[in-house]
């Protein structure tokens, strides 16, 4: 930021608002000139600020007051009120109420920092991505250049053991001994890469931190490149992310003219360079052997480990991978030392995680909290308890690899530990919340459904084993389910997790397991009483009509597809149940409420 | 210096050396871990998951196939929960397989039958939706039952990493994977070589040889017709495979008899015909090295080695030998020279071939491959497998068969046409002849073992014959062809090659007999063994030279007159033509990446310069999802043409460019409609009701998901959360977002396009 703006007007151009705002960033300019602020305020572009049920956000520094809603026509009051006469527009401002469950503390008239912590997400909102002036404003490179002059390789390979520091891809590896091992390695080239191919259906972490500050995962992959003698680095990122490839280019492109990347970085004799690769819609990309396959060009099929890719990766040579998140903590890891790194979050899980809270609790979007934060404190303080004064049932976390826990784990730190040993995963950071509305055996019929389609299909137990306990799910959730099928469920499911190539299929069961294992009693309403206890599976529906209450208007015999309906105007009318086909056109249109499902 | 590492297997302490999986280590300790996608030949896959053992430590089970054994592993190979899990995921393999087995033709020969027996598979406990597909009989000579297929992949390594062809390779995903030529088009539209080795290595009856067997027992059934049969040096090296006996043994006399009683009338050698080549043959190559044209000069009997220089190698047919296989000149002979002889009309002969080769099915449809007249050289080329199978099927004992001798006038044949079968056979009777015509002596010591065994790769000599050097090189299978040609496109000056399209020669041919548990297919000891039956008759022969076989000397006097005369030119000499679709040759051509024409059409243009761009360096295949991508944006979709001009340009096989544009999701295969709807079916939006509203878009489409409207108006598509959840539902049309859409907005939005 130059120095002699007064102001700065930050607008949240994350993907879902960044068309609309496109708009209101011309209004704001040409209303700035109009006002003859030019000299006082600039305008940057934001990313996500994760509250996109307020938007369009706009927040105004050094203030950190947020306005939240803004159209068109709120821009000449903003600026004249706020800029010009120093009075807060009230109306448009973000409420305190919501602002004491904010998601982003640091902006607005905030009492309330307890619950996040950001750190990969620190200059999200913050800084203009598209600036690399912005992030050398906030230390940016600085932790560069502090390894460059002062640390040896292995020093910083140290510090990032010290640190704690786990993958935050999924698996928790830790961060410090896949670069001793990546650094050990004998190769003529070796290569970094940024896992950014994100394909957990719910989760948008890495989108976010991308498209709010790209500059911070180029310089953590630079650090890297350093420990672990590495000259390339690649950032396998899904196509379906525009704007964060766009913003990833601009920064590396102003890296280089910086000379942050290219050759003799700083003047040392290191040289490092970046490289986008476009992913093309395959989750299992994500997963380490299937992403090099895939940037080499062939289909993304996992192999068999070892060699780990530290060993023989990508063209055979050593490889370090790890994720967006887990690059992004490294400039902070080398700025603020381990020891402060390592201070925060629990015995065995070190620092922050960002999660993208989704599903039904009133506040939705991205969450950066401390490891050892309960599920509790970020679904009901974070995320305002559930929406529609509904019942809480379930959270789910780790996406299609993870499980769904109920609420007595509610009071589960997150660590990647106790996250495992209550039958979740970590993961990569998406967390679902659902009400008492939601059917388990449905949730996990959406969750297999996934992971069934997303299969590679090279190993058995995933390319026929998911399909075969998908066909289960579904024939249950008909009205068809056999006495013994939670039985197979349980036997394929624990056979596939152990006997799968990769951790798609290993952790494809997740879902069905953890749900069986809280959920039993809705499985076994499906399959012996045919019911579906949320009336969320239409099969299992009956629909029937009062006699009492039906006045014979008609209504539900003209709207029924297959005309199962009969009966006398103006006498009670009824429904045959061997052809009725369970759509419930009958229930939505009876004005007298003569319908009753269950 | 090879470091031993010390386990236990089974509480049996095993030393190993380094690098040695769990599957080896347990072998050495007389534990044969079940496997299915594993073959030791080629590169290991880790598909099957059969092989799995429990590893102390670990929580899941490990494929042993894959996993090296490390230092102080405590390892067991059967346990209950090992029983239970291997049962379960074989199961599952038959529970995607049809139950066809008493009409299959592997019955008793299928490795997935002797896995579910082994395992314990006695009953099916997940039964549910299988795959259902056409078998492709498109070919001549190799037919695809994909129904069969269980995705090994082993057919996909042996075409890729033996024969360097890639014709074939795992296309789509998950489910609905399946073994296809590129664009999934017919096999016989493919540059498939019909050599049979993906029949040999497949467990199941997923590739099979075309079966010609109906037609011959017509024939001999029809008193009519004179049935003629000939077979090939290698049949009788292995045939005894087929009926238990051990590797090795040689049973020329033993199939002479056996074809007698199945009731031909005359029984021929086709090693007669092999001797009648290398006459030929090496006339033509000193004919070739005196006027220094067509150098080097490359043998023409393997029929995949032909088909596949017609397709991939158009540049180096005038360098093929004209001459044809033995096959094909007994055939010619039978129905002129022979026919004449008894005074039959060819049209009422009937001439099959029992070879070890699929490929000669294709060779004797070739068009070339009849006399003026229309009557066919071999009326019927059937393999190893298909000659056991009507052995067995008459119910004759062949072990125990008293011994046949061969018919006049093509049944006499010398070592030199025995060693045919053998990789560098060939060239070693080509050069115990050559010499004596350039020199009018005899090769001094007879055999030349420089070039035998060229296996592990290919074999290079040099043979002085009248104080002239002459450099000889030999390749079996068609992956080490492609690198001695490599190296004769780089100038290396050879005057005669010989090519073997399967490794090993014909002993390791295509239509040899199926695996059992001491013969696998690309095994070194087993082609070893083979070839040894035939060097040994080679020995015990009193002639072992083509040129001192009488009955192809009485044929010289009595018809050709002289070594390459124009009628053996006529009779037993042929030519080549460029076939379509052209291949693409494991390390590319640059010249043919040069000479690619690109179409006018601007998109094109864009396309090749953006492909010279980004291709630069020498990792060529990489850059394949960034062409592919760029494909889509200029064009909305990847055709057939736009992949084909790919594959030339790039010089990657055509099936690996489809194999890699039905994995991912991003690309499409057909034009999209003018309107793309695509609902976000994350887990967010899942939960808010998203289902709904795709139900609604079909039903008010009329289409599927997936699927496009006819007017070409509408598309539906899915996609997986893209980060506005908190709007959930999310509908995108073409790149417009929706959010919080419910059912009842769906008419309106599709109102508002
Ligand atoms: C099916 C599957 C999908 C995965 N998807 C991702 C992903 O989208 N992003 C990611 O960073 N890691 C993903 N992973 C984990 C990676 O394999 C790898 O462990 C990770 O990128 C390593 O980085 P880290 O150590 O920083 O976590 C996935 C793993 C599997 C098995
Ligand atoms: S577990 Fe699934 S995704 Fe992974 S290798 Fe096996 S089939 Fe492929
Ligand atoms: S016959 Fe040979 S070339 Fe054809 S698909 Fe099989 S292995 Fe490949
Ligand atoms: S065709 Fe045979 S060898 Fe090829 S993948 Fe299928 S089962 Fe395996
Ligand atoms: S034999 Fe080991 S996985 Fe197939
Ligand atoms: S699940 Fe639909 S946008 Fe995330």
Redesign the interface.
């Known amino acids: 930021m130059k120095k002699d703006y007064k102001y700065a007007i930050s607008v949240c151009s ?3 608002c960044l ?1 609309l705002n496109n708009e209101l960033i011309d209004i704001i300019l040409h209303e700035i000139q109009r006002q003859g602020l030019e000299d006082q305020v600039k305008v940057t572009k934001s990313a ?1 600020l994760g ?3 307020e938007g369009p956000l706009m927040v105004i520094h050094p203030d950190n007051i947020t306005y939240a809603r803004v159209q068109k026509d709120d821009i000449a009051e903003i600026l004249s009120e706020h800029i010009k006469n120093r009075r807060w527009v009230t109306r448009l401002l973000f409420h305190r109420d919501q602002i004491a469950n904010s998601f982003f503390p640091q902006f607005g008239d905030v009492d309330f920092f307890g619950k996040q912590y950001r750190i990969t997400l620190r200059n999200c909102g913050v800084i203009d991505p598209e600036s690399i002036d912005d992030y050398l404003a906030y230390r940016g490179y600085e932790a560069l250049a502090k390894v460059l002059t002062v640390f040896s390789p292995q020093q910083v390979i140290d510090e990032i053991k010290r640190s704690g520091l786990r993958g935050r891809g999924g698996g928790g590896f830790p961060t410090g001994i896949k670069w001793q091992s990546g650094h050990d390695a004998v190769g003529d080239q070796k290569y970094m890469i940024c896992n950014a191919d994100e ?6 972490m890495d ?2 931190a991308i498209e709010g500050d790209p500059n911070t995962v180029i310089e953590g992959m630079i650090i890297g490149g350093y420990a672990v003698g590495a000259s390339k680095g690649i950032v396998y990122i899904r ?3 525009p704007l964060a490839i766009k913003r990833l280019q601009i920064a590396i492109a102003q890296a280089r003219e910086r000379n942050f990347l290219g050759k003799n970085i700083l003047g040392s004799d290191f040289s490092f360079d970046i490289e986008l ?7 299992v990309c994500g997963e380490e052997t299937a992403l090099i396959a ?8 996992p ?2 480990r ?1 060699p780990f890719p530290t060993e023989k990766g990508l ?1 055979d040579k050593p490889t370090v991978i790890n994720n967006v998140e887990t690059w992004a903590n490294i400039p902070v890891i080398i700025l603020d030392g381990a020891a402060h790194f390592a201070s925060m979050g629990t015995e065995q899980s070190k620092g922050t995680k960002v999660f ?1 809270l ?3 609790v009133r506040n ?2 991205l969450v950066e909290v401390q490891m050892g934060t309960t599920l509790r404190e970020i679904i009901f303080d974070i995320g305002g308890g559930i929406r529609d004064d509904k019942a809480f049932k379930a959270v ?1 976390t780790g ?1 299609p690899s993870g499980g769904c826990l109920p609420s007595q784990y509610l009071d589960t730190p997150i660590d990647y530990n106790s996250l495992m040993a209550a039958g979740s995963i970590m993961g990569s950071g ?1 967390m ?1 919340v ?1 009400d008492e509305s ?1 059917c388990m055996v449905d ?1 996990a019929k ?2 297999l459904d ?1 992971t ?10 995933c ?3 998911t ?2 306990m998908l ?1 289960i799910l579904i024939r249950i959730t008909e009205g068809a389910g056999q006495p013994d099928d939670i039985d ?1 469920l349980l ?2 499911g624990t ?1 596939i ?5 990769c951790g798609l299929g ?1 952790a494809s069961p997740n879902p069905v397991l953890s749900t069986i294992k809280h959920f039993r009693h809705e499985y076994e309403a499906h399959i012996f009483d045919k019911k579906c206890p949320t009336k969320k599976c239409k099969n299992l529906l009956t629909y029937t009509i009062i006699d009492g209450k039906c006045i014979g208007c008609g209504l539900c015999k003209t709207n029924c597809p297959v005309s199962c309906i009969s009966g006398e105007k103006k006498s009670p009318h009824s429904i045959n149940q061997a052809d009725c086909i369970h759509c419930g056109a009958c229930f939505s249109s009876c004005k007298f409420e003569a319908i009753i499902r269950e | 210096m090879s470091e031993t590492i010390k386990c236990k297997i089974d509480n049996v302490d095993v030393e190993v050396k380094k690098g040695t999986t769990i599957l080896e280590a347990a072998k050495q300790i007389g534990v044969k871990v079940p496997s299915l996608c594993y073959h030791p030949y080629l590169s ?7 092989c ?1 053992v429990e590893v102390k430590g670990r ?3 490990v ?1 042993s196939c ?3 054994v490390t230092e102080g592993m405590e390892v067991t190979t059967h346990s209950p929960q090992i029983h ?2 291997r049962r ?2 074989v199961e ?2 038959l ?2 397989h049809p139950d066809e087995c008493h009409t299959c033709e592997r019955d008793h020969n299928c490795e997935l039958q002797r896995l579910a027996y082994a395992t314990g598979v006695r009953d099916k ?2 039964k ?2 299988k795959k259902r597909y056409k078998k492709d009989d498109s070919s001549k000579s190799v037919v695809r039952d994909p129904e069969k297929c269980i ?1 090994c ?1 082993r057919c996909v390594r042996v075409c890729n990493e033996i024969q360097g062809i890639s014709c074939i390779d ?1 296309a ?6 399946a073994v296809v030529p590129a664009f999934e088009k017919p096999f016989g539209e493919s540059v498939c070589s019909s050599c049979g080795q993906c029949i040999n290595v497949c467990p199941t009856a997923a590739f099979l040889e075309k079966d010609y067997t109906n037609s011959v027992w017509k024939a001999l059934a029809d008193p009519e017709i004179t049935t003629v049969v000939q077979f090939a040096p290698s049949v009788r090296a292995a045939i005894g495979e087929g009926f238990g006996l051990p590797v090795g043994l040689n049973l020329e006399r033993k199939i002479v008899t056996a074809l007698r009683r199945l009731g031909f009338n005359y029984v021929f050698d086709t090693q007669f015909g092999a001797d009648l080549t290398i006459l030929e043959e090496a006339s033509e190559l000193a004919h070739r090295i005196k006027e220094n044209v067509n150098l080097p000069m490359i043998t023409s009997c393997s029929a995949a080695w032909v088909k596949f220089s017609e397709q991939f190698y158009p540049e180096l047919l005038p360098n093929l030998s004209t001459c044809m296989s033995p096959m094909s000149m007994m055939g010619s002979l039978i129905k002129r020279y022979f026919s004449e002889k008894i005074g039959k009309d060819p049209a009422k002969i009937f001439s099959v071939a029992a070879m070890c080769c699929t490929a000669k099915k294709d060779e004797s449809l070739r068009d070339s491959n009849e006399t003026p007249e229309g009557h066919r050289y071999v009326d019927a080329s059937i393999t190893t497998r298909e000659l056991i199978w009507m052995i067995k099927s008459a119910g004759i004992d062949l072990v125990h068969l008293p011994d046949g001798e061969f018919d006049h006038p093509l049944g006499e044949s010398t070592g030199a046409g025995t060693i045919f079968g053998a990789t560098g056979g060939v060239m070693e009777a080509a050069l115990r002849t050559a010499h004596f015509l350039l020199t009018g002596t005899e090769l001094p010591g007879i055999e030349f073992k420089p070039v035998r065994e060229a296996i592990d790769s290919v074999k290079v000599a040099e043979v002085d014959i009248a104080g002239t050097k002459i450099r000889v090189a030999v390749a079996s299978s068609l992956g080490h062809a492609q690198d001695l040609l490599e190296s004769v496109r780089l100038g290396v000056p050879y005057h005669f090659i010989e090519i073997m399209g399967c490794l090993g020669g014909c002993v390791g041919g295509g239509g040899q007999p199926y695996a059992g548990t001491e013969n696998i297919p690309l095994d070194k000891d087993l082609l070893k063994k083979r070839a040894q039956a035939l060097y040994s008759a080679d020995e015990l022969s009193v002639k072992r030279r083509s040129h001192e076989n009488q009955d192809v000397n009485k044929l010289y006097e009595q018809a050709l007159e002289r070594y390459g005369s124009w009628k053996a030119h006529e009779w037993l000499h042929t030519h080549y033509e460029e076939k379509m679709p052209r291949g693409i040759c494991r390390s590319g051509k640059t010249e043919q990446k040069v000479n690619c024409v690109t179409p006018d059409d601007p998109r094109y243009q864009e396309l090749s310069a953006y492909i010279e761009q980004v291709t630069s360096d020498n ?1 060529r ?6 062409v ?2 760029k494909t889509q944006e200029l064009f909305g979709y990847l055709s057939t043409e736009a992949m084909d001009f790919i594959s030339v340009k790039m010089q ?1 096989a055509t099936s ?1 460019i489809y ?2 544009a039905t ?5 499409h295969l057909k034009p999209k409609g003018e309107t793309r709807i695509n609902v976000c ?4 939006c ?2 808010k009701g998203a289902g709904d509203v795709v139900a609604e878009f079909e039903k008010r489409l009329g289409i599927k998901m997936g699927e496009t409207s006819v007017d070409g108006k509408f598309s539906l598509e899915s ?10 539902p999310v509908v995108l049309i073409n790149d ?2 929706h ?1 919080r859409v419910k059912v009842g907005d769906v008419k309106k939005m599709l109102g508002r396009t």
């Open positions: 994350g993907s879902k068309q996500c509250y996109c049920e394909g957990d259906p719910g989760a948008f989108r976010s196509a379906e992310y690769r476009l992913g093309a819609g395959a989750f895939s940037i080499e060009g062939k289909r993304g099929m192999k068999p070892p063209f993208a989704a599903g039904a939705t979007g789910q996406g998406g679902i659902m939601t949730i959406f969750f996934f069934q389609n997303e299969s590679c299909g090279k190993c058995t137990p390319r026929e084993g399909k075969r066909e197979k036997r394929l056979m997790q152990k006997s799968s190539l290993k | 290991i896959e880790g598909a099957c998951r059969v799995i929580n899941d089970y494929a894959s996993q090296p239970q899990a379960d995921i599952l393999i529970d995607n406990l997940f549910g939706e995705l992949g795992i789509h995903r998950g489910f609905q994977s990792h295949r990489r850059h394949l999802l960034p592919l991508h990657i690996r194999g890699v994995f991912y999701h991003y690309f079916l994350g887990t967010a899942y939960v996609t997986r959360c893209i980060g506005a959840c908190g709007l959930a417009d977002v959010s």
